[in-house]
C-alpha cells in the first residue's frame, strides 16, 4: 500500500468516526430539546396531577384519611355543602381576603412605586425595607403580628394602658379579625406588587411623559393618559397572582386567629384543614378542596381575560 493510498484510509477511518450513529442523531436533532420537558412533566404529574386525581375520587367517598376502608357515597359531600351553614360565612371571608388583599396590595403597591421611582435620597433603603416583609414565612409574620394583637400582653394593648386606655380583645370579634387578617397579608405582599410595578414605570419610554409635557399635560392627566394604560401589563400579574394567593390564604390565619372565634375567620382552606385532621372527614375535605380549586379557576381566569384586553403595546 503506498503513502496516497495510506493517506486516505486514515481520513475515511476519521470521518466514520465523526459521523454520529442512529442514537447520537437523536439526541443531536433540533426535536430532541422536547426531551428536555420530561423531567418537568413526570415531576407535575407526579407532584400535582396525581394528587389531583386522587383528591376528586376521594371526594366521592366517605373516608376518614386514615382507614383502609372507604364507601362510595356519590355526590353526597358536594351537596352536603349546600346544608352547611359554616360554608357561606367561609366564603364570604375566603372572598374578602382574596379581592380585599388584591386590592390594598396594588394600591400600597403603585403609590411606593410611583414614589420611589423618583431620583431620590434613601430609596434603596425603602425598598429593602418595604419588600423585607415578603422573605419572612407568612406563618412568622402572622405569629409576629399576634404578639401586637393579644389581648394579654400584646403591644397594642401595652400601649393603650399605657396612655390609661382600656384594653382592647382584637381577635375575639370575627370582623375585626378578618380586617386584621387581611391587613397582615396585604402588609406581607405589598412588596412584591411595589417591585413589579416599578419594573414596570422604567420600561415606560420618558419620550411619552416628555411629549406629554409639552402639550401642557399636568400629572395627574400623564398618570392617567401614559402611565396607567402602560403599566397595564404589570396590573395583570399583580392582580392575578394576588388574587390566587388571597384565595388560598392559610398560614396566616393558623398564626393568628386558626379560623376563630368559632368559625367566623376561618376561610375555605383552613376549613378544608379542620376538616380532614379535626374532623377526619377526607372525604368533605377533597369536595371543598375541588370547589376551591374551581372557584380560583373561574376568578383568576377571567380576570386575567378582562385585564388583558386593556393591555395596550408600547
Known amino acids: 500500500m503506498n503513502t496516497v493510498e495510506t493517506k486516505k484510509s486514515v481520513n ?13 442523531k437523536v ?7 422536547n426531551l428536555m420537558y420530561v423531567p418537568a412533566l413526570l415531576l407535575f404529574a407526579l407532584f400535582i396531577f396525581y394528587p389531583m386525581v386522587k383528591g376528586i375520587r376521594i371526594s366521592f367517598t366517605d373516608w376518614d384519611g386514615y382507614s383502609p376502608s372507604f364507601n362510595w357515597v356519590g355526590w353526597d359531600k358536594y351537596t352536603q355543602m349546600l346544608t352547611d351553614k359554616k360554608i357561606f360565612i367561609t366564603l364570604k371571608n375566603t372572598l374578602i381576603y382574596g379581592f380585599g388583599s388584591t386590592i390594598f396590595q396594588n394600591l400600597l ?13 434613601g430609596v434603596g433603603l425603602v425598598r429593602t425595607i418595604v419588600y423585607l416583609p415578603v422573605i419572612i414565612s407568612p406563618l412568622i409574620m402572622g405569629y409576629i403580628w399576634y404578639f401586637f394583637f393579644q389581648y394579654d400582653g400584646g403591644a397594642i394593648n401595652d400601649i393603650r394602658i399605657l396612655f390609661h386606655m382600656a384594653p382592647s380583645d382584637w381577635l375575639s370579634s370575627g370582623p375585626v379579625a378578618v380586617n386584621i387578617i ?7 405582599f405589598m412588596g412584591i406588587a411595589m417591585i413589579i410595578y416599578l419594573a414596570g414605570l422604567q420600561s415606560i419610554p420618558k419620550d411619552y411623559y416628555e411629549a406629554a409635557s ?4 399636568r400629572w395627574f392627566d400623564r398618570f392617567k393618559s401614559v402611565t396607567l394604560p402602560l403599566l397595564m401589563p404589570s396590573i395583570t400579574i399583580n392582580v392575578v397572582v394576588n388574587i390566587i394567593g388571597g384565595l388560598k390564604l392559610f398560614d396566616v390565619i393558623v398564626a393568628l386567629t386558626n379560623g376563630g372565634p368559632g368559625y367566623a375567620s376561618q376561610s375555605l382552606s383552613t376549613m378544608m384543614y379542620n376538616l380532614y ?16 380549586f374551581i372557584l380560583i379557576g373561574i376568578v383568576s381566569l377571567t380576570l386575567l381575560r378582562m385585564l388583558r384586553k386593556r393591555e395596550v403595546s408600547m
Do not use: H
Request: no cysteine; proline share 3%.
Open 12 to 24: 475515511a477511518n476519521r470521518m466514520a468516526l465523526r459521523q454520529p450513529n442512529a442514537l447520537q
Open 182 to 188: 387581611t391587613f397582615v397579608n396585604t402588609y406581607q
Open 277 to 292: 385532621f379535626a374532623r377526619q372527614d377526607a372525604g368533605y375535605a377533597a369536595a371543598l378542596g375541588n370547589v376551591m
Open 109 to 121: 403597591g403603585l403609590i411606593y412605586a410611583l414614589f420611589l421611582d423618583q431620583k431620590l435620597r
Open 27 to 33: 439526541f443531536l436533532s433540533p426535536k430532541a430539546l
Open 214 to 217: 409639552i402639550d401642557g399635560a
